[in-house]
């Protein structure tokens, strides 16, 4: 007999193939992609006839025709035999659409054991199904399980391991009957499910369609709809962001302060120092910053998922979703992107298609997210006044105007001539199991950490070190954060010129600097726009050093302070409807100043420096250009390099030419700029469709996957 | 007598039966039948009041879909 080593579980979406999953698996689990594709493989193993067996999750698929990405990746990985046995989980309540994928599974393979999951909503759905004869008729073992119950799951491995004795012969042939067609194969189901299934009761007045008819209802879906999305909101972002400031610090007492202590300790020499400490330990706090948004979010989505009003948000947001190009699905990435982009791009996997998926990612940045409002609150506080309001609110209707563009301009280029469409199943509510919901977040979160946290490390890594190493008189030093003298000060001066278009002189370039920081966290350019104007004040003989914090490593302090910081926090999240923060915005300045930690003579340094043209043109740059090095990584995470390397050089062109249109339009007056401006759109333009172009060349290069022949 | 019409145009409170794929709108239709809509499958409006996308129900189970892609499936009304 041919011994199983490793298991796939198919089935449809929502037939608890993942509960099954996680309740056979338990701990032992493993997220990460399918080779070469963006689609999410999740992995574990279980104890199965005395040996340890691998187990994969295979995405949701409800046929294993090449439509879909993760219905691509099911065919391969089920025709490609490298996977003993095929667990197929078939939704009870929901009996003839999941047996289509069993008449695909059939074609293909004959190791198939099926598990008739939910057997219990079944029952009390008033659905009665003959387990033996839904065996004979499918010629294939069943087992019926209630995947949430571990008792039943355990129950269920016993059966599995005696159904494996009377498989047919692992390397026996898939049968010489026809391929059918989609027909043909429905109408064999409807045989088979009106000998085995009786419905005894009507369900038009289930628990679930009573539901329904109040959340979708004409009047009340809109308000219902809105106030779940708040919830969202509220959990994912503003509940993940009180735990923010507490990841940052104890993030950087234990990736920075720590081992910068210690090193200093063995004496090490100063470039070991802050490569190790100051680079490394800095990536690693930044990543632990996105740790509480990120589980936080996907806590919210699981939730939202589980409860199985995911889908109906999806049809209620659809009607405006549908305008912009995207299925309804997309509205909460869209929405969380207010808080913080790196949850929202990664609650773009939700969406079924990769067009979708891809698109949505492409205009999550442009909304403007959390970290990008205390640069508004900077700049308006110092130059806009009473108009600060109004100045804030034009940037957010800018970002959501720039997003719907960048749909539009995608959806005619890049992803050019696949449609968007919106098919969609509605299960059955019920009760979000937490403890699943937990781990399922954990696990992802787990994956973002290991797999964008490599990226954002490297990239921080490489920054700050350019932030740190200095050179002045012919000598090379370190700890030049901020400060004229450092490499980054000279690539950012250099650099400057290409700014001057959107009015930032060659005077400002402590502006242009502060946009190198800025790939660090948005609010960085705060901090760097701050200390350089500072330093810029002071003549050169007696530049001061900057301002080294307090020596000595006060691990005890940190912690309290991490520990208070989440205290206010939650205060705060229970008090406050603010939920963007936009109370920031306010035209005293000293208030702002004190809230984002910048000195109250910066103001008069923007001011001087800046006009109000020319700072809102700076703040429309902020706002759409590279997107901050944690998006990238996530972004990098679900698209992979390349589309990331796409998205970050399309918004960075983007922000520069729409800054510099609004600048010369509005005050500048340069007829060349105006123009460049102007070519440059096109030229972005022509960019994403020669890249599209390519890209539909390349599908049709790529050979199709190995199809096992059903006739031999 | 019994004129086909398209999914989109399906009534409340009545029942119908798929037909087949509506010829003049058929790009989406390859999808739907492979989810349960063909030939001979009853099929109604579920009892919500959304019109686009609509919800209807078929195979015990409840399917949303947007207008325009319901086009492209004609059923007949029983």
């Known amino acids: ?712 | 007598m019994n004129k086909n019409i398209t999914l989109a145009n399906i009534k409340n409170g009545r029942s119908y039966e798929v037909e087949g794929f509506n010829p003049g709108n058929s790009a989406y239709a390859e999808k739907l039948s492979k989810m349960g809509f063909v030939k001979g499958t009853p099929v109604e409006l579920a009892q919500v009041k959304i019109t686009d996308p609509i919800v209807v129900q078929i195979r015990g189970s409840r399917i949303a879909l947007r207008k325009n892609e319901a086009k492209g499936i004609l059923v007949k009304e029983l």
């Open chain 1, 1 to 712: 007999m041919h011994k199983i080593e490793r298991i796939a579980i198919a089935g449809v979406p929502n037939s608890g193939k993942t509960t099954l999953f996680n309740n056979l698996t338990g701990a032992r689990q493993k997220v990460g992609n399918w080779p070469g594709v963006t689609v999410e493989k999740i992995e574990g193993s279980f104890p199965l006839q005395d040996i340890t067996v691998e187990l994969v999750d295979l995405p949701g698929t409800y046929n294993l025709s090449p439509d879909t990405e993760d219905q691509k990746v099911a065919e391969r990985v089920i025709s490609g035999g490298e996977y003993d046995l095929i667990i197929n989980v078939i939704d009870a309540t929901n009996l003839s659409r999941n047996l289509f994928l069993t008449m695909d599974l059939k074609e293909r393979t004959h190791q198939i054991i099926v598990l008739l999951n939910m057997t219990d909503v079944a029952e009390k759905e008033g659905i009665k199904i003959d387990i033996e004869r839904l065996s004979t008729d499918l010629d294939l073992p069943v087992i019926p399980i209630v995947a949430v119950d571990k008792t039943s799951v355990k129950k269920a491995v016993e059966q599995i391991e005696h159904a494996i004795e009377h498989l047919p012969p692992y390397d026996s042939p898939v049968s010489n009957r026809e391929v059918m067609d989609t027909a043909g194969k429905y109408s064999h189901i409807d045989e088979i499910y009106s000998r085995v299934a009786q419905e005894i009761k009507d369900r038009s007045t289930n628990f679930t369609n009573k539901v329904d008819n109040i959340v979708m209802n004409r009047f009340a879906a809109i308000p219902i709809f809105l106030v779940s999305m708040f919830i969202t909101f509220w959990f994912a972002i503003g509940l993940g962001s009180v735990f923010i400031d507490f990841f940052d610090i104890i993030g950087g007492l234990i990736f920075v302060d720590i081992p910068e202590a210690l090193l200093e300790a063995v004496s090490s020499p100063e470039w070991l120092t802050v490569m190790i400490a100051g680079g490394i330990g800095v990536g690693c706090q930044t990543v632990a910053t996105f740790v509480p948004v990120v589980f936080f979010m996907f806590l919210a989505l699981g939730i939202l998922e589980d409860l199985g009003y995911m889908a109906r948000v999806g049809v209620v947001a659809d009607r405006f979703m549908r305008k912009i190009g995207l299925p309804g699905s997309a509205f909460i990435p869209m929405i969380v992107g207010f808080g913080c982009t790196v949850p929202a791009v990664m609650a773009a996997r939700t969406l079924t298609t990769k067009r979708d998926r891809f698109m949505t990612i492409f205009m999550a940045p442009f909304m403007s997210c959390g970290a990008r409002l205390p640069v508004y609150a900077l700049f308006c506080a110092a130059l806009f006044g009473a108009y600060s309001g109004l100045a804030v609110f034009l940037i957010y209707l800018v970002g959501l105007f720039m997003a719907i563009l960048t749909g539009y301009c995608l959806k005619n280029t890049l992803f050019k001539g696949t449609s968007s469409n919106f098919v969609m199943d509605l299960p059955l509510y019920h009760t979000p199991r937490i403890g699943a919901v937990f781990k399922s977040a954990w696990l992802r979160l787990r994956s973002f950490i290991k797999r964008a946290g490599v990226i954002v490390v490297a990239a921080v890594f490489v920054l700050s070190v350019l932030n740190s190493i200095g050179y002045k008189n012919g000598e090379y030093s370190f700890g030049n954060e901020n400060s004229k003298s450092s490499i980054l000060a000279y690539v950012g001066k250099a650099i400057g010129p290409v700014f001057k278009p959107m009015g930032i002189s060659k005077e400002n370039w402590p502006a242009s600097v502060a946009l190198f920081t800025g790939l660090f966290a948005k609010e960085a350019i705060v901090g760097t726009v701050n200390a350089l104007y500072a330093t810029n004040d002071i003549s050169e003989n007696q530049e001061v050093a900057v301002e080294k914090e307090a020596g000595g490593l006060e691990i005890g302090g940190a912690i309290t302070e991490a520990f208070t910081t989440v205290g206010e926090g939650l205060v705060g999240v229970f008090s406050s409807f603010d939920l963007l923060g936009l109370g920031l915005i306010s035209e005293d300045q000293a208030t702002v100043s004190d809230e984002i930690g910048a000195d109250t003579s910066v103001y008069q340094h923007i001011a001087a420096n800046f006009t109000v043209f020319s700072a809102f043109a700076y703040l429309l740059f902020v706002l759409m250009y590279f997107p901050c090095l944690a998006v990238v990584g996530a972004a990098r995470q679900e698209m992979g390099g390349y589309y990331a390397g796409v998205m970050v050089v399309y918004s960075t062109l983007l922000a520069w030419s729409v800054a510099t249109f609004f600048y010369q339009v509005a005050e500048g007056h340069n007829l060349f700029y105006i123009m460049l401006s102007l070519v440059m759109f096109t030229g972005i333009y022509g960019w994403l469709h020669l890249l599209g172009k390519q890209e539909k060349s390349k599908v049709t290069l790529v050979a199709p996957p190995p199809v096992i022949k059903s006739c031999m």
